[in-house]
Each structure stands twice: as C-alpha cells, then as structure tokens.
C-alpha cells in the first residue's frame, strides 16, 4: 500500500539532514572549497525546493545536491531521502516510483548508482568477528524454500 508520506515531510528539515550527511565536514564551493559561509543564498531552486548558493570567490552556483548523485535530478530533499530509506530496506523501484512520485527509470538509475557507491565503500578486509551467528548466515540469504527435486529422482512425487 502507497501511503501521501510526501505530503507530511517538511524540505527545509530535510535539507538539513542532507546537508550533515552529504557534507559531514560542511557545505562547501565545489570549484574553489571555500565554506558555504561565503556563499550568497541564491534563492530556492523552483522544483527541488532547495537553497542555490553562489560563491563569493569564484562565482560557482552550487546546492547540497553538487557533487552527488542527485544533482540534476529536481527532487525535493524528502524524495531524497525516502528514497535512500526504500532502497536501504530493498523497497521495490515500482513502489518507490508510485509512492515518491518518482519516475520509474529515475528510482531505478538512482539503485544502481547507490548500489555502485556501496560496494566501492565495502571494505576488503575480513569481519573482525571470528564467530558467525546462524541469525547472520541466513541475512539477506531469504527465507528458506521447499527442497527442489533432484534431477536422478523420478518425476513423480511420492506420495
Ligand atoms: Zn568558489
């Protein structure tokens, strides 16, 4: 079931909570690095609702968008940010499209992209843990299913 989340969501709380995670170490000009503190508040952008800052220095035009997989994409910060929530808990693209008002082909670039970015970000080492638990084995392994017949056995059931 979809449910109008989209309509309780607030932008200016959301852009907020980009801007820490995007830019943990702050917002910052993409060209020159000076902080956003030297930047003019440029406006809203018109479709995505999110502040457009000019840089003092070097003139360059940027949002918390910059730099990220979401640039260009004219999504509003709770968009954003529900769809990183869908696709961290393997919510359908097709749900997520209908659900965020999304377009289909958008969600789903935006998975393979993130999902790029995550495995880059994997580490190569081992888990430090030396004891698995069953509960972790059977992670993302799904449900377990109905023995498959083997192909040496007769076609036939047993009854
Ligand atoms: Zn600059």
Redesign the pocket.
């Known amino acids: 079931m979809d449910f109008p989340i989209l309509e309780i969501c607030d932008d200016e709380l959301g852009e907020g909570w980009l801007r820490k995670y995007f830019h943990p170490h702050g917002l910052h000009?993409p060209?020159?690095?000076?902080s956003v503190k030297h930047a003019r508040d440029f406006g809203q952008t018109s479709r995505s609702h999110v502040h457009r800052y000019r840089?003092r220095?070097?003139?360059?035009v940027y949002t918390v968008y910059t730099g990220t997989v979401f640039a260009h994409k004219q999504l509003r910060p709770a968009q954003v940010i529900l769809l990183l929530r869908g696709v961290c808990k393997g919510e359908s693209t097709a749900s997520l499209s209908r659900e965020l008002q999304v377009a289909y082909d958008t969600v789903h670039h935006l998975r393979q992209q993130l999902h790029a970015i995550a495995r880059r970000l994997q580490p190569n080492t081992p888990l430090p843990d030396a004891v698995t638990e069953t509960d972790e084995m059977f992670q993302n392994a799904g449900e377990k299913r109905r023995k498959t017949p083997r192909s040496d056995r007769s076609a036939t059931p047993a009854r």
Do not use: T, V, W
């Open positions: 000009c060209q020159c690095g000076r840089c220095d070097c003139q360059a």
